[in-house]
């Protein structure tokens, strides 16, 4: 589907991007409105528009005009491992902007900065802030919800972009609230307001030429939009600015270097359930080849644990140890053992997720000269999804039996927007890898036209990492029956809610089985 294959994360075709933050969850029947709104500005200042959230909403109970706002979504799962790695992001690359932050946020939540971290509105809004970050917007818009307008002051100053503020209540009352209002006021380069009431409670002024705005006034939209092009035009773009864009989500100094070394550093990444484990394995099977796994397994990570194959004489307490202290030179240590050992290529796996929740490896391996990397994708991302899912809830992520027999297919039932969030997010994965290794060699193997042929595939994988040509061997099997479809429950439901959506090609009424 070309709807699903465009980068947004490194199409620079406009000179200006928008994002938006309205609530939790995107996009819903009532907030339209706010869409529409937004996008009237975006026109206006001929930008493009995306509306940030972390949740979608329930495909069922959502129209199909509202629906088709779903293409303007970027996603920002909520995850406990993802927002600590995201606060020590922007600790090590915006301390000063952090604090400063944290500070704001301390005087009108009366809490100190580590209670402030604490808070799970705050964290979440620096996990979008870094996901916004990849995307590299110029302007941020928010209207009147508390979560939305929280999460978009937060990106306005870790970022360093401008920011316009909708508001259309704030009691005098609600001493909390109008503190947080207050604090957003403050901040916002923009604030708009219903009535002159609301400018008062927040010590706004409205006149003529001010950065307050008032919605009874004639024409309100079109002199906000002359305010914020004219903003705008006194900072660089952020097709052009350095501290923006994939690459600065992970930015940071590379710790260690391997040029010169005999041995090819490589990777094999990509998301759950595209063919990892068995690429892998065979790898493995390779005479001239370290493969080591899930090196940076974030579980495995957690609890101490190790569960990949180490060159012969390397110290396993070793590994732990350096994996905690530097990502980079326990790599560095494992891909120097290899090479003394006469292996022409070492490397091991990374799922995505297990790299945003890492940053120091990821900024390591981006600065690695010689890295090789194999991305697998899976053309067929519902069925992705559906094993995903299956092997969640069964702990099930492989099988290594030999007798040919597959594990039966348990049925399922997929949550509607559950599947919707994990669409989207996943595919903003597939895109923000691409870019952030744009300027590293890479081989991209689907995973239908790999398990379609084993043989070629792996073929293609030794050509690309410079090895000899063997034939390799692995004992791993996919999980699961042809068409996992046919084991989700609810699918008929799953059609009907993904009807008006443009993942609706992936949701087809299933055929009978063959010979039926």
């Known amino acids: 589907m070309t709807e699903q294959t465009a980068n947004r994360f490194l199409d620079r075709s406009r000179p200006i991007r928008v994002a938006a933050i309205v609530t939790a969850r995107f996009p819903e029947n009532e907030q339209v409105f706010a869409y529409e709104m937004v996008r009237r500005q975006s026109d206006w200042l001929d930008a493009e528009l995306r509306i940030a959230a972390s949740e979608t909403s329930d495909p069922l109970a959502t129209d199909a005009s509202t629906k088709a706002w779903l293409g303007h979504g970027l996603f920002c799962q909520a995850s406990d491992l993802l927002q600590a790695a995201d606060a020590a992001h922007f600790r090590a690359t915006q301390p000063r902007r952090l604090d400063a932050l944290l500070d704001e946020l301390a005087h009108v939540l009366h809490k100190t900065r580590d209670e402030v971290l604490g808070v799970f509105e705050v964290r979440l809004g620096v996990s979008i802030a870094r996901w916004l970050q990849g995307w590299a917007p110029d302007m941020i818009y928010s209207f009147f919800g508390y979560a939305g307008s929280l999460w978009a002051h937060i990106a306005s100053r870790l970022l360093g972009i401008p920011r316009v503020w909708v508001t259309f209540a704030a009691s005098p009352d609600d001493v909390g609230t109008l503190l947080l209002n207050s604090l957003h006021a403050r901040?916002?380069?923009?604030?708009?307001?219903?009535?002159?009431a609301i400018a008062k409670a927040l010590g706004g002024d409205s006149s003529a030429g001010s950065r307050w705005l008032d919605m009874e006034q004639s024409e309100w939209e079109a002199k906000l939009a002359r305010r914020v092009a004219e903003r705008l035009r006194r900072q660089e773009p952020s097709r052009t600015r350095a501290d923006l864009g994939p690459r600065a989500a992970f930015a940071g100094a590379a710790e260690a270097s391997m040029r010169g070394s005999k041995a090819t550093p490589f990777l094999v990444a990509g998301a759950e359930r595209t063919g990892s484990n068995l690429l892998v394995e065979m790898l493995s099977s390779h005479r001239r080849v370290q493969a080591c796994g899930e090196l940076f397994n974030t579980e495995q990570i957690e609890q101490g644990k190790l569960d990949c194959e180490l060159p012969t004489g390397v110290d396993r307490d070793e590994i732990l140890s350096l994996r905690l202290?530097?990502?980079?030179?326990?790599?560095?240590?494992?891909?120097?053992?290899?090479?003394?050992?006469?292996?022409?290529?070492?490397?091991?796996?990374?799922?995505?997720?297990?790299?945003?929740?890492?940053?120091r490896i990821v900024e390591h391996l981006r600065a690695l000269p010689d890295l090789r990397i194999v991305h697998l994708v899976r053309d067929d991302a519902v069925a992705r999804w559906i094993s995903q899912m299956r092997a969640m809830r069964s702990g099930s992520w492989w099988s290594a039996q030999s007798d040919g027999q597959k594990p039966r297919a348990e049925a399922i039932e997929?949550?509607?927007?559950?599947?919707?969030?994990?669409?989207?997010?996943n595919q903003q994965m597939v895109e923000r890898f691409r870019a952030t290794f744009r300027t590293t060699p890479i081989l991209e193997l689907s995973y239908e036209k790999m398990t379609a042929d084993f043989e070629s595939s792996v073929h293609r994988v030794q050509l690309f990492l410079g090895l000899p040509a063997e034939r390799l061997t692995g004992l791993s099997q996919k999980t699961g029956e042809r068409d996992p479809r046919r084991s989700v429950s609810n699918w008929p439901a799953l059609v009907e809610a993904f009807a008006d959506t443009r993942w609706r090609g992936l949701f087809q009424e299933i055929p009978p089985p063959d010979g039926r």
């Open 325 to 359: 202290r530097s990502p980079a030179a326990c790599h560095q240590r494992l891909h120097e053992a290899a090479a003394t050992l006469g292996v022409a290529a070492c490397g091991f796996k990374l799922l995505y997720y297990h790299g945003l929740a890492e940053n």
């Open 414 to 425: 997929l949550n509607a927007a559950e599947t919707l969030l994990g669409l989207e997010f």
């Open 187 to 196: 901040h916002a380069d923009f604030v708009v307001t219903r009535d002159s």
